[in-house]
């Protein structure tokens, strides 16, 4: 688990997450998963993910009510920056057609994804 904040820095075209069991892989996954889907969703949907009384939340019931958010900043070959957060008060990817165009050139895939290609072959 993640208590605090914490930066990954993701400068190559493939990532692979790996680690013990209970260690934050699906946690990473599921915030960036998250927050890509979340230029499809409304606000109110995106918001009840940062609401630890909503039965759908992501909040790390361990954290002692410290706010949640899931923050991304991206940096081109420029070196500008661009930040894009989502929380229970802050949801500034909705209608962005570059985090759009970034989820549907994303690949995330767990575990379920791989064996179900494994499976097919």
């Known amino acids: 688990m993640f ?14 997450i790996y680690g013990e069991n209970g260690s934050g892989k699906s946690s990473i996954y599921w915030a960036l998963y998250t927050f ?10 995106v918001q009840n993910y940062f ?3 909503h039965d759908y939340n992501l909040v790390n019931r361990f954290a002692n009510g410290n706010p949640s958010f899931i923050e991304l900043i991206f940096e ?13 008060t802050t949801v500034n990817t909705i209608g962005d057609q570059f985090i759009e165009s970034c989820s ?18």
Do not use: A
């Not at 208590?3 to 692979?16: A, F, P, S, Y």
């Open 3 to 16: 208590h605090g904040e914490k930066t990954i820095d993701i400068d190559r075209k493939n990532v692979l």
């Open 36 to 45: 890509f889907q979340s230029v499809f969703k409304n606000v109110p949907d």
């Open 51 to 53: 609401n630890p009384r």
């Open 76 to 88: 081109d070959e420029n070196e500008d920056l661009r930040t894009k957060r989502i929380s229970n």
């Open 104 to 121: 549907l050139c994303s690949d995330l895939i767990d575990y379920k994804s791989i064996f179900n290609i494994i499976i097919s072959q």
